[in-house]
């Protein structure tokens, strides 16, 4: 009999092709968000489950599947599951490193030149049969050339924006838990600076560290009270490295410039401020989203997951 795997969502042709192959898939009836309940429901007698960065995956859940020994997160983030219980029930969590940085630091980019260049308000423009032709004072907006960006996490993620922001002349500084090997920093052409200083004296300040206790309202009203004015922020990371009310304060009187987001609090639900400001690009959570990541995604997951289920340590063990 093959290991019972269930899987919250479906994933690219190639990899459920592979995954059906291997195991019997348990999936609910319809591709769509699951709750705690439900997710228990479907997976209380499976081996394994593969769950998306959506799902959450708490102690209810892992302590109601007894035969349960892997959880493989489709995603690099593992803030939906309790890892502290899993680990406890001898529950092996994984996730998927690597093979996203390079789409995601593609991401904070992108959001990052849309906001400065106004490129969604463009669009809009553009599409509404307004726009008059060329003006001389149209939708002006900042260059990054020889700005300051702030990046704070610098593990593979945070590294690859850096390396991106050297071909486009900016200054990097970084703040992160550890600072890097001085010959990694000359590398990457970024210098430590403490919180504080990268927050008053940054022109972009881009999240990239993971979402824990220690991270969670990392940008908090104090720290929107010290950023340096007019500064923009992108968030690739996830929404509760910020505080959303300090930050629609600080979008609304101009201490920020702009943002660019693709990750809310509580997403999908957006706050309703978030949607009449026109100085914030906002993104579905796409970080990842390209063809060629989602399938090595789905590569690295099954992976993990047969790792696990032939008593074998996984690639990409967490906590
Ligand atoms: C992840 O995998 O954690 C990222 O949020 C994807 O964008």
């Given at each position: 009999?093959?290991?019972r795997?269930?899987?919250?969502?479906?994933l690219p042709?190639?990899?459920?092709?592979?995954?059906?192959d291997?195991?019997?898939?348990v999936?609910?009836a319809q591709d769509?968000?699951?709750?705690?309940?439900?997710?228990?429901?479907?997976?209380?007698?499976?081996?394994?489950?593969?769950t998306?960065?959506?799902?959450?995956i708490?102690r209810?859940?892992?302590?109601g599947?007894?035969?349960l020994?892997?959880?493989?997160?489709y995603?690099?983030?593992t803030?939906?599951i309790?890892?502290?219980?899993a680990r406890?029930?001898g529950?092996?969590?994984?996730?998927?490193p690597?093979v996203?940085?390079?789409?995601?630091?593609?991401?904070?980019?992108?959001?990052m030149?849309?906001?400065?260049?106004?490129?969604?308000?463009?669009?809009?423009l553009?599409?509404?049969?307004?726009?008059?032709?060329?003006a001389?004072?149209?939708?002006?907006?900042?260059?990054?050339l020889?700005?300051?960006?702030?990046?704070?996490g610098?593990g593979?993620?945070?590294?690859?924006?850096?390396?991106?922001?050297?071909?486009?002349g900016m200054?990097?500084?970084?703040?992160?838990r550890?600072?890097?090997?001085?010959?990694?920093?000359?590398?990457?052409?970024?210098r430590?600076?403490?919180?504080d200083?990268?927050?008053?004296?940054s022109?972009?300040?881009?999240?990239?560290?993971?979402?824990t206790?220690?991270?969670?309202e990392?940008?908090d009203?104090?720290a929107?009270?010290?950023?340096k004015?007019?500064?923009?922020?992108?968030?690739?990371?996830r929404?509760?490295v910020v505080?959303?009310?300090?930050m629609?304060?600080?979008?609304s009187d101009?201490?920020l410039?702009?943002?660019?987001?693709d990750?809310?609090?509580?997403e999908p639900?957006?706050?309703?401020?978030?949607?009449?400001?026109?100085?914030?690009?906002?993104a579905?959570?796409?970080?990842?989203?390209?063809?060629d990541?989602?399938?090595?995604m789905?590569?690295v997951v099954?992976d993990?997951?047969a790792?696990?289920?032939?008593?074998?340590?996984p690639?990409n063990?967490?906590?």
């Amino acid at each position: 009999m093959p290991p019972r795997i269930f899987l919250s969502r479906s994933l690219p042709d190639t990899i459920m092709a592979r995954l059906a192959d291997t195991f019997e898939l348990v999936q609910a009836a319809q591709d769509i968000q699951l709750s705690g309940p439900e997710i228990l429901a479907l997976a209380a007698d499976c081996d394994g489950m593969i769950t998306m960065l959506s799902d959450p995956i708490d102690r209810a859940v892992l302590a109601g599947c007894p035969k349960l020994k892997v959880v493989a997160n489709y995603a690099v983030g593992t803030n939906n599951i309790d890892l502290d219980y899993a680990r406890s029930a001898g529950i092996t969590v994984t996730n998927t490193p690597d093979v996203l940085t390079e789409a995601t630091a593609d991401q904070a980019f992108a959001l990052m030149l849309a906001v400065a260049r106004r490129t969604v308000e463009g669009d809009k423009l553009v599409r509404s049969g307004r726009w008059t032709g060329w003006a001389p004072t149209q939708l002006l907006g900042s260059e990054i050339l020889a700005r300051r960006l702030g990046i704070i996490g610098m593990g593979r993620i945070g590294q690859a924006v850096a390396r991106r922001a050297q071909g486009f002349g900016m200054d990097i500084v970084y703040h992160n838990r550890n600072q890097l090997d001085p010959t990694l920093e000359t590398t990457l052409s970024a210098r430590y600076a403490s919180l504080d200083e990268l927050l008053a004296s940054s022109d972009f300040i881009s999240l990239h560290c993971p979402l824990t206790d220690a991270t969670r309202e990392l940008l908090d009203k104090a720290a929107f009270d010290r950023i340096k004015h007019g500064a923009y922020l992108i968030n690739t990371a996830r929404g509760e490295v910020v505080d959303q009310d300090a930050m629609l304060a600080a979008l609304s009187d101009g201490r920020l410039t702009g943002a660019g987001l693709d990750v809310y609090t509580g997403e999908p639900a957006l706050h309703p401020r978030l949607l009449e400001l026109e100085n914030v690009v906002l993104a579905p959570h796409t970080g990842s989203a390209t063809y060629d990541t989602r399938n090595r995604m789905g590569e690295v997951v099954l992976d993990n997951v047969a790792a696990v289920l032939a008593g074998r340590t996984p690639p990409n063990p967490v906590g």
